[in-house]
């Protein structure tokens, strides 16, 4: 069978991640549709609106790349190892049909910058090594890049500010470039720890005229075509409603709430924002971009969602969720029921978890709701529905 994208890893059967790649793409559309459709078959759709998909590019849709690095320090591997026991699994995707056409000409100097470093790919089998990760982002806007290394202890340190130089010359559209410490051999993508080695600590993006900010260690959705369709249909959902107080919960760099509260004010509303975000730098990035569009009445915080919910007594008339694949939890949605905001608006990563919460939300109805295609080829998607008070 044809595929949807050429694709010679997935001929070859080195990499699965795209599993659906011999489907056509009407075809991935409507079987997600009929997914979410069943996960909310319990719930009353007496005034549910459904708007069509929302689709994406699909190739060359993503943002960033995540690279395992195996090999050796003198070749290394860039891409994935599907047996971490085994490093000769390790499978180099520098040629992978999602990325930006730009990054085929950078992996090739990143791994002459791995060997000129000394950085010994980590082996999980032996626990040995250095280098577990490459995490390379473009700005759709600017065409400029950030780069993370993550090791797992600081040791490299003095080489990788010896090659530096050298490294920036080759690749001048390199403008942030960090490294992260993962000390522990486990399944873990980043640390704790970041240490930056550029004076410039973020990449400016822009969805819908509306400035963000991709920093290291800050939440970005990689795939920008479909973000900037998602924020903005969330942005004219809220347009014509009644609204002046505005919670935006797990908010990362503010996408959310940043459209809805500008959109708002540019309408002479007075609108005041929080924003509620775990991650101190997603939070740092959310309050550059309040700053540039001259926000008034924005408070981004980082701090607990559902800790921050659950101590309010005051009442937001627009409630913007955004919660991880495990969604809000019985608890929080519960609360949220009670408290009652006129409004909720819920975008989800996981169908199956926002059903279950929707089910505690029964002081509301759906209103309007959309799938947005944020990972093709997957059987994964985003939604976003629109919940209003029962009168």
């Known amino acids: 069978m044809p595929l949807t994208i050429p694709c010679r890893h997935y001929q070859q059967q080195d990499c699965r991640s795209c599993q659906w790649l011999e489907k056509p793409y009407a075809q991935q559309l409507a079987d997600k549709t009929a997914h979410l459709q069943r996960q909310l078959a319990a719930l009353d759709q007496t005034a549910l609106v459904w708007h069509s998909p929302y689709a994406s590019p699909l190739n060359r849709f993503r943002n960033k790349a995540k690279m395992a690095v195996s090999g050796t320090v003198e070749r290394p591997v860039l891409g994935i190892v599907p047996d971490p026991a085994n490093p000769q699994s390790a499978v180099d995707l520098c040629d992978c049909p999602l990325y930006p056409t730009a990054f085929a000409g950078v992996f090739p100097i990143l791994k002459d910058f791995i060997a000129r470093a000394g950085l010994t790919p980590y082996n999980t089998a032996k626990q040995k090594g250095e280098l577990k990760y490459i995490l390379l982002t473009e700005s759709r806007i600017s065409g400029e890049l950030m780069l993370r290394f993550v090791l797992r202890s600081d040791n490299k340190l003095p080489l990788i500010r010896r090659e530096l130089s050298a490294l920036r010359a080759k690749l001048p559209q390199l403008k942030v470039i960090s490294l992260n410490i993962q000390p522990q051999h486990a399944a873990i993508l980043e640390g704790e720890t970041e240490i930056l080695l550029t004076e410039q600590h973020n ?17 970005f959705q990689t795939n920008p075509v479909v973000a900037q369709g998602l924020y903005g249909t969330a942005q004219q959902w ?19 709430g940043l459209h809805c509260a500008h959109a708002l004010q540019q309408q002479g509303k007075k609108v005041e924002l929080t924003g509620i975000e775990i991650a101190p730098s997603a939070i740092f990035a959310a309050g550059l971009s309040a700053r540039q569009l001259n926000l008034k009445n924005v408070s981004f915080q980082s701090l607990d969602a559902a800790q921050f919910a659950l101590a309010q007594k005051q009442t937001p008339d627009l409630l913007i969720v955004n919660p991880p694949r495990r969604g809000l939890g019985a608890q929080l ?37 959309q799938l947005f295609d944020m990972f093709p080829h997957t059987a994964h998607y985003e939604v976003l529905v629109l919940l209003t008070r029962c009168s």
């Open 238 to 256: 809220i347009k014509p409603l009644p609204v002046r107080g505005v919670w935006d919960l797990f908010c990362g760099v503010g996408g959310f």
């Open 333 to 369: 949605a519960q609360f949220l029921n009670q408290l009652q905001p006129h409004f909720i608006l819920y975008s989800s990563c996981n169908a199956v978890s926002m059903a279950k919460d929707l089910t505690f939300l029964t002081n509301y109805h759906m209103q309007k709701i």
């Open 203 to 219: 990449l400016a993006e822009s969805f819908n005229r509306i400035p963000l900010f991709i920093r290291p260690q800050g939440f």
